[in-house]
């Protein structure tokens, strides 16, 4: 009998054993994917702005790049051969030789510290400069520009088609790449003054928190319609109420704020009630804003409250950054909790936009209970996933400007047009060799 127990007792402990190992493999970082393409019509979207605006956009996450692994990105209207050297660091180049034009991404091979060979014939790039280099002392190539007499005709000048243009360095373009908590960035500018010096840093910053997860969702839409929802106030109301789709009995209520991070009024227009929450609020804009980035910064306000069955509990102030045209980061700070979310869109087609949610909380945080909000702010997503994808662009909008929601979304869209410089120049470009 005595023994009997006893076996249970090691086949219960096993069974919790294997119960919450499962648990934690399942939860401690929960991953979300959107599985399929979610869109319900095939239409004519409209006329839009540029799709490409300029700014720091994520890549992949750090650890979907190993050493020595390379691999071809194709966003943001780019070609990108993104590579982790043998010295560890990830570098992003220009995809094609300078020589006959071959993808150095597709098949290319990490040589050197720091360098990306051509499959083709065997030129070396080096990462961290551009330049193709002969030895591992990083000697730079000497090559010999030629150019077609005239392309269309292929006419011969001293008996050749080819004219010798000069002698140079060989080199290809190489994109400013930063390595921020597990993600990698690259600053892509259509403006070629600003190519190699980008205009700010991406934010960086966990106040103590721990990762907790992310989201994935494939949006189809223009990128702008993602941020420009943060600054909409009125679609909280329709969009963002239900907590679960099949209650009303729980449901949320919003406040909302914007305002550029360079406004005069900032801290008027950001302050709370709560003088607690007011003060993390000013902290964490004061931390964040410097002269150099706060014009490309804004900041939203958010007050949430939890409605359940008629009852009103202060559920968290939420202050966030937008950062240039593709990041975001809110911090979520509520008397039970302190959690993070960091936004990031890239457009990966002309309306094709992976949006990346990763998540940090408290880490004395239940693993479930940060899956379950990281599962909440994905089925908000999906609320505004069916609009985005199923909307057209026009030059022409309605506002009804006799409301403060309509005249913050107009306010908001100046705001965000600084990022189109040199844009629609460069997609005017790039369409003449659409095929
Ligand atoms: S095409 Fe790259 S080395 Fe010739
Ligand atoms: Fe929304």
């Known amino acids: 009998m005595l023994a009997n127990t006893f076996l249970w007792q090691i086949l219960l402990s096993i069974a919790i054993g294997i119960a919450y190992l499962l648990y934690y493999l399942k939860y401690r970082a929960y991953i979300w994917i959107q599985k399929g393409d979610l869109r319900e019509t095939r239409s004519f979207r409209g006329k839009s702005l540029p799709c490409f605006p300029n700014g720091w956009f994520k890549l992949v ?35 094609y030789c300078a020589h006959m034009g071959a993808n150095i991404a597709l098949g290319g091979t990490v040589k050197l510290g720091s360098g990306l060979q051509c499959p083709f014939h065997g030129w070396i790039y080096d990462g961290a400069t551009g330049n193709c280099v002969i030895d591992s002392k990083m000697e730079v190539r000497k090559g010999e520009v030629f150019e077609y007499n005239n392309m269309d005709t292929c006419e011969k000048k001293d008996g050749s088609v080819l004219a010798k243009q ?69 679609h909280f109301y329709y969009i963002h109420t239900k907590v679960f789709s099949w209650t009303n009995a729980i449901t ?67 202050t966030g950054f937008q950062q240039g045209p593709g990041l975001v980061y809110l911090v979520l700070d509520s008397p039970y909790f302190r959690a993070a979310f960091q936004q990031s869109v890239t457009p990966t087609e002309k309306y094709m936009q992976n949006v990346w949610h990763r998540f940090y909380t408290t880490s004395w945080l239940p693993y479930w209970i940060s899956a379950s909000m990281l599962r909440g702010e994905v089925s908000q997503v999906m609320g505004d996933l069916r609009i985005w994808n199923n909307k057209k662009y026009t030059p022409k909008l309605v506002y009804d400007m006799s409301t403060q929601a309509d005249k913050l979304l107009y306010t908001w869209r100046s705001w965000y047009s600084q990022f189109y410089e040199g844009c629609a120049d460069r997609e005017k470009e790039l369409n003449k060799y659409d095929w």
């Open 166 to 234: 000069c002698e140079s360095e060989v080199k290809i373009n190489k994109y400013p790449l930063r390595e921020i908590k597990g993600q990698i960035y690259v600053w892509l500018h259509a403006v070629e003054k600003h190519r190699e010096v980008p205009l700010y840093e991406p934010l960086s910053f966990d106040h103590g928190l721990q990762y907790r997860g992310e989201s994935l969702n494939f949006v189809n839409t223009h990128i702008q319609d993602i941020p420009e929802n943060a600054a909409d106030l009125k």
């Open 61 to 95: 996450n750090s650890q979907d790049l190993k050493k020595e692994q390379v691999k071809y990105i194709d966003y943001c209207g780019r070609n990108i051969a993104l590579f982790r050297g043998k010295d560890g660091n990830a570098y992003a180049l220009d995809a």
């Open 252 to 318: 949320l209520k919003w406040k909302l704020k914007w305002a550029a991070a360079d406004d005069p009024n900032l801290y008027e227009t950001m302050k709370v009630e709560n003088p607690k929450r007011n003060a993390f609020r000013k902290n964490f804009l004061e931390t964040h804003i410097t002269p150099k980035n706060k014009k490309y910064l804004s900041v939203l306000g958010l007050e949430n409250t939890l409605v359940i069955f008629g009852f009103h509990i202060e559920f968290f102030t939420l």
